[in-house]
């Protein structure tokens, strides 16, 4: 109680570590990421040139389509292919991605079980195209390598394909979460959806907190998996791959997504210029000390 | 160090931006004649009769009382239109009469008849020296006279008169003593007319049988009145029209109202329209005459406010009158002026608490579109419009359309919905309801691919979230830009835009946690510390 108390005063004053929308927004991404640089990471072939040139590890494009009157030769692109992603290239929230698993008699099967003739594939293209997962504007489809779950810590194999989340200030990570679907989340690592928000120990890997939808849990709400005390495997590389994407590109702030493939290790799969702050819940932890700009800090503003 | 002196310019554009305006206001509040007085609204009334009637080849005349401004009441706007080709205006015992008539009409006739009209409510003092005359000498003074409905030299009458009002005692006494009388007679809903005779046998009346009463007490003990016959102003149709009377109190027509208990004074909606014991529709036999009135309260501020002042420079307030003179409706302005601070609370709405909704600006729109049916229908058609999108939307998505097709369907079956919604309405009386037939299609076309966009990113259970948000954001910014005070305040004072633009640019620059973040991060901020587990 008394606890509280003292919490809540220093909070009325200001006085606590957590970086607010606001705060994140005037203070982080303003400052240190000039929107002329969004598209570089808003647009997945961009960010995936720039990163292929800078050495760091991404899934393999297989093909794009870019145009309506490409439409005709998804059969002749994709007919040779047993699995693949389909992904919009301004997409937002892992809406629009369909994960391909399979192929069997001519048709298509995806991660959930539903089966897709050309038909099918060659409309989904092409509402992407059209920019339904783009607000609207036109887009780009993307066919990528599937990747598949590596071991995380063990042999538990989650559903859906858990990612890993880096925020880097100045090309420093700053904190790092793991994201793991559930089944209420539709196999999506968002949190909002519904995915759990697994917090990372920078220096060890170790996972600390587990947060979903808001409340603490220390297993996977869809079975008995521990969540937390683990080890995340290739930890080191993950962190090294933050650091070198950071260094790739030329915006302060970033929110950079990692998955674990068996067959390649960590994979860079995109990053955001505007990364969530539930970061923050998973670990228990505010991100604003570790931002916190020494001139800002100051009481005058940024010294560009 | 760029950043700072850009600091200093800002501080400096914020101080102009509060210290311009409230300077102004001061200035015009203490020296440029400005009476807060003149920031209390006023109800006006949109009054609007329709008299209907039909012609069998006979001429056809029509006659009723127009209202009358004087320095109680304001008439404004008015306007006529008619299928009887003419139109001639009387005075007629002081009354206005309009007098509308044509030869050979066959077949449905109508008369459209609208007016604006505000007043002000008056109490008058009546000076307690003033006595009561006794019965006058001759009966053919005005407004002492007796008449078949004013039976003011009945025995009965006259007998009742002198001992409610005896000759020689104060005259608000004895007003009191007869004003309670006729408000004791039982009221009844209106019967035709009632003269002051069968009032009194009966002990029963309505407005005008107990008007008539007080009016016949008072002739009968030398006291000049008359009746009044006019409108209750009050938003809805109606037919009925109100009686009250004036007693003369040395120079002054003293309003008195039996029915509805008011001694010497008028409340600000009773509207007057002929003196005297007249009825308000005279015309032709056998054309199926019928007619109705139908009352709108707006609220405002008074337009002489408007007026004043107009060569005043610092008197902004004259950019009204030049919209006016320009045929620009007033209450289009009054929309725009207040969209500034609609957009203010949506800022502090969204970046102070923590709001999310459809659109940035976008229940600023809706909140303007839904003055026409009042918040609660309002709330309610777009609640269900929501609801039918998302079940459309539900229908049509197997069928794996393309988007923009899709949108159309959507859009399609919300005009169905709304026409339907607002036929509903109209047949059974709900006005409110089929103004909502009026809901701009444009809101309602980014309302409906906002919602769809929004179930396609976020899932529906944050979509039904966010609607609720938006809903809530919609009602915040219709009770402020519809909130009389602070329409009334930028009407007024339209600088006051240039404090929100002040506001906007702290709120811009403000960091701090948003309210719906405490609660986020609750077990960061309030919890047992940082320790790990």
């Known amino acids: 109680m008394l606890d509280f108390l003292r919490n809540a005063a220093l909070v009325l004053k200001g006085d606590h570590p957590v970086l607010g929308i606001n705060a994140r927004n005037r203070t982080l991404v303003y400052r240190e990421n000039s929107r002329r640089h969004y598209p570089l990471a808003d647009d997945k072939l961009r960010t995936k040139e720039i990163l292929k040139a800078a050495g760091v590890p991404v899934p393999e494009t297989l093909g794009t389509f870019s145009w309506m009157h490409e439409l005709g030769r998804v059969e002749s692109t994709l007919g040779k292919l047993t699995d693949f992603v389909i992904k919009p290239a301004q997409g937002k929230a892992g809406n629009g991605i369909l994960v391909i698993v399979d192929r069997r008699d001519g048709r298509w099967l995806d991660a959930g079980g539903n089966t897709w003739d050309t038909d099918g594939i060659t409309r989904h293209i092409g509402d992407i195209i059209f920019g339904n997962y783009a607000h609207g504007l036109s887009d780009q489809a993307l066919i990528e390598e599937r990747l598949v779950q590596a071991s995380l810590f063990g042999e538990e194999r989650f559903p859906g394909l858990p990612d890993i989340r880096v925020i880097t200030h100045r090309g420093r990570p700053v904190m790092a979460m793991l994201r793991i679907p559930t089944a209420a989340s539709g196999g999506k690592a968002n949190l909002h959806q519904g995915a759990v928000g697994v917090g990372l120990d920078l220096d060890t890997g170790m996972t600390t907190y587990a947060c979903h939808q808001g409340r603490f849990l220390t297993h996977h709400p869809d079975g008995r998996w521990r969540l937390i005390g683990r080890k995340l495997q290739a930890w080191d590389r993950i962190l090294d791959m933050g650091r070198l994407t950071a260094a790739a590109m030329p915006l302060g702030y970033l929110g950079i997504d990692l998955a674990l493939d068996s067959r390649r290790g960590p994979l860079v799969l995109e990053v955001n210029v505007r990364p969530g702050l539930e970061i923050q819940n998973a670990n228990l932890e505010g991100l604003e000390p570790l931002v916190a700009d020494p001139v800002h800090m100051g009481g005058k503003g940024g010294a560009e | ?533």
């Not at chain 2, 609204?41 to 609007?48: E, G, I, N, T």
């Not at chain 2, 069998?56 to 004087?70: N, Q």
């Not at chain 2, 839904?370 to 539900?394: D, E, H, K, N, S």
Request: hydrophobic letters at 45%.
């Open chain 2, 1 to 533: 160090m760029v950043s700072a002196s850009r600091g200093t310019i800002l501080g400096g554009v914020f101080v102009l931006l509060l210290g311009i305006p409230l300077s102004l206001i001061l200035y015009k509040t203490t020296r440029g004649g400005y009476t807060l007085d003149s920031l209390v609204p006023v109800h006006m009334y949109d009054v609007s009769l329709d008299m209907t009637f039909s012609g069998y080849g006979d001429s056809i005349r029509v006659e009723t009382f127009l209202p009358m401004a004087d320095k109680r009441v304001t008439i404004e706007e008015e306007r006529r239109t008619s299928d009887l080709p003419l139109y001639a205006e009387h005075r007629e015992h002081g009354n206005r009469l309009g007098v509308w008539s044509g030869p050979d009409q066959r077949g449905p006739r109508a008369i459209h008849l609208e007016y604006r009209s505000y007043a002000k409510a008056f109490t008058y003092r009546i000076d307690p020296d003033i006595k009561v005359p006794g019965p006058p000498a001759a009966d053919n003074l005005p407004y002492l006279d007796t008449t078949t409905t004013i039976q003011a030299d009945d025995p009965e009458i006259t007998a009742l008169a002198a001992r409610l009002a005896p000759t020689g005692s104060s005259l608000v006494e004895a007003l009191h003593s007869i004003q309670d009388y006729c408000y004791g007679l039982t009221g009844v809903s209106f019967k035709g007319t009632t003269d002051a005779l069968t009032a009194l046998r009966l002990g029963e009346a309505s407005c005008n049988g107990k008007s008539r009463l007080f009016v016949a007490l008072c002739r009968s003990q030398g006291i000049p009145a008359r009746l009044v016959g006019g409108l209750i102003l009050e938003t809805g149709r109606k037919r009925t029209s109100h009686q009250w009377l004036e007693v003369l109190v040395g120079p002054y027509w003293v309003p008195f109202c039996p029915t509805n208990g008011y001694f010497a004074s008028i409340p600000s909606r009773y509207l007057p329209l002929y003196r005297g014991d007249e009825v308000l529709f005279r015309h032709s036999r056998d054309i199926n005459f019928d007619y109705a009135f139908t009352i709108v309260r707006r609220d405002g501020i008074r337009a002489e406010l408007l007026q004043q002042g107009l060569h005043d420079p610092l008197n902004l307030m004259s950019i009204w009158e030049t919209f006016r003179s320009a045929g620009i409706p007033f209450e289009l302005l009054k929309v725009l002026l207040m969209i500034p601070l609609g957009t203010l609370v949506l800022v502090i709405l969204r970046n102070v608490v923590g709001l999310q909704t459809f659109g940035t600006f976008l229940p600023i729109l809706i909140a303007i579109a839904f003055r026409q049916t009042g918040l609660y229908w309002g709330l309610l058609a777009f609640m269900t419009l929501i609801i039918l999108i998302f079940l459309v939307r539900q229908v049509i998505q197997p069928l794996g359309l393309l988007h923009i097709p899709q949108m159309a369907i959507l859009l399609s079956f919300s005009v169905i919905f709304i026409l339907a919604l607002g036929a509903i309405g109209a047949r059974s009386g709900f006005l409110n309801l089929a103004s909502v037939s009026l809901f701009p299609i444009a809101i309602m076309a980014i309302t409906t691919e906002r919602f769809s966009l929004m179930i396609e990113e976020e899932g529906i259970r944050r979509t039904a979230e966010i609607t609720l948000m938006t809903a809530l954001g919609i009602a915040c910014c219709y009770w402020v830009m519809n909130a009389m005070a602070f329409q009334i305040l930028f009407m007024t004072f339209p600088e006051l835009v240039l404090v929100v633009l002040a506001l906007n640019i702290w709120l811009g620059r403000w960091i701090g946690m948003r309210v719906m973040e405490f609660w986020r991060f609750r077990h960061l901020l309030f919890g047992q510390g940082g320790g790990r587990a």
